[in-house]
């Protein structure tokens, strides 16, 4: 069994959101409805870890919350002085979609501080690997505005800490929320010592992001590998996507770590998402990065938390992936797994291939 570091702070949970729905917020036709982010999916997840007892297998990290000069190194000091207003005024918008209430901002700050704990016990050799159960999420996060439930950048903040703090010199990070994870692709636009690879619905959010054709600029051109995938891409097309573009592109660019961005809302049941995933095809992704990482880079791999809105499914997805870090038998059993592996279109289509090869053929601009 591996030694996995399991980062959660129950503060994290407590981030209200407000009745914004699905949608910005109430009014006019919108009834008020519970927030589509919201804290069942991760205490669910917590507490399935708990009644399998897969937890005990686990190593418990608690990270400090992120310090502002840690939080400077990605964002602006003006953006976060304008989340530590609305924070303590207890109601704003962080940007586009990002509501927040009071203590939202400290709140943020601890999320982004699991990341950075669940980074840092790996590069130390405390932990093998690590997953950091996160919220509020933020792989949608910008320089100096929260977008899409996001408000700092738990990812990109993370890197840029351990990279002041280790003899870090590559880092890949893999987002496979469904998704775009627009804020990591800003982070490091422009730069080559980390690899930025998004796997998410065309064109679902954020709107007219993530194409293939935006791959970076001056140094980092060709770090940026975007792989929009059509609707109903399930098991066959994610399965494919690593096969033929992750994994090459981790082989070439050969990564000193390998961090994922890890939603959960490709999957089939998910309420903000159109993908056709199982429980069962999260752990054979994971497995797949593991594999990887054994060989580039001493099994170094850290998964953060992002989306995933489906409170009964999250639970499930979250147990798989978890339960393929630390090696472990524990299973919790799926009751929805077999029957999603036999819906309809679950083997790759030819319309998906030809996405995919699109990607494929940007690869080998990874040196």
């Given at each position: ?151 700092l950048g738990n990812i ?27 804020g990591t692709q800003q ?41 929009p995938l059509p609707a ?136």
């Amino acid at each position: 069994m591996r030694h996995t570091g399991f980062a959660f702070h129950e503060h994290c949970l407590w981030h209200d959101t407000g009745p914004c729905s699905v949608f910005d917020r109430p009014g006019a036709f919108v009834q008020p409805a519970p927030a589509a982010e919201h804290p069942e999916t991760k205490r669910r997840l917590r507490n399935l870890l708990e009644m399998s007892g897969l937890i005990d297998e686990l190593i418990p990290l608690k990270g400090a919350p992120a310090s502002e000069r840690d939080l400077l190194r990605f964002h602006t000091a003006d953006y976060l002085e304008k989340l530590a207003e609305m924070s303590e005024r207890g109601h704003g918008d962080a940007g586009e979609h990002a509501p927040l209430r009071k203590d939202s901002y400290p709140i943020a700050r601890r999320s982004t501080g699991q990341a950075i704990a669940a980074m840092e016990a790996v590069l130390s050799g405390h932990c093998d690997n690590a997953y950091a159960l996160c919220r509020p999420p933020g792989h949608h996060a910008e320089r100096d505005r929260g977008r899409g439930f996001c408000l700092l950048g738990n990812i990109p903040v993370a890197i840029m800490t351990m990279m002041k703090r280790h003899p870090l010199r590559r880092v890949a990070v893999i987002d496979w929320d469904v998704h775009h994870g627009n804020g990591t692709q800003q982070a490091f636009w422009d730069r080559d010592d980390v690899l930025t690879i998004s796997i998410h619905h065309d064109n679902n959010y954020p709107q007219d992001s993530g194409n293939h054709d935006e791959r970076g600029v001056d140094a980092g051109f060709g770090y940026n590998l975007n792989i929009p995938l059509p609707a109903g891409s399930g098991i066959g097309a994610y399965q494919a996507t690593l096969e033929n573009v992750v994994i090459p592109a981790l082989e070439r660019y050969r990564p000193e770590l390998i961090v994922v961005a890890c939603g959960f809302d490709a999957s089939a049941l998910d309420p903000l998402g159109c993908m056709l995933l199982n429980s069962r095809s999260y752990a054979q992704m994971t497995q797949a990065l593991m594999q990887a990482a054994e060989r580039l880079c001493n099994g170094r791999l850290v998964m953060i938390h992002e989306g995933g809105y489906s409170e009964g499914y999250v639970p499930f997805c979250g147990h798989a992936v978890i339960q393929t870090l630390c090696g472990s038998q524990i299973e919790a059993v799926d009751p929805m797994n077999n029957e999603i592996a036999r819906w309809g279109q679950q083997s790759l289509q030819d319309h998906q291939r030809l996405w995919i090869e699109q990607a494929a053929a940007l690869v080998r601009s990874i040196r």
